[in-house]
């Protein structure tokens, strides 16, 4: 099974520091998405949030191979997610 390493919040302040030590960088800097498409995605100034998060297994269909994911506690049972609810940090691209 495929794991990603993901962004954590110490990592996130880590690099707040060094945006704020960064003088090209101020208050009114956008803040984009690359979804490796042609444009980037501007994220919504309300799309941060904190939420409960529980993992859950997805199989691919045709080489079988088994992926870990994450889904929010109110789509848990429909994926089937188990374990313990996490904190997690979102960020919400709903558009």
Known sequence: METINQLNVGQLK????????NKAINDETKIFLDTGWDSLQ???SD??????AQ?????DPLNEEVFLG???TEKAEKMQA??????????RNLY
């Open 14 to 21: 880590a690099f707040m520091k060094k945006l704020e030590e």
């Open 82 to 91: 188990s374990g313990d609810i996490e904190k997690v940090v979102v960020i």
């Open 70 to 72: 994450y889904t929010l």
């Open 47 to 52: 799309a941060l949030s904190v939420e409960g």
């Open 42 to 44: 501007e994220v919504l």
């Open 55 to 59: 993992t859950f297994q997805i199989q």
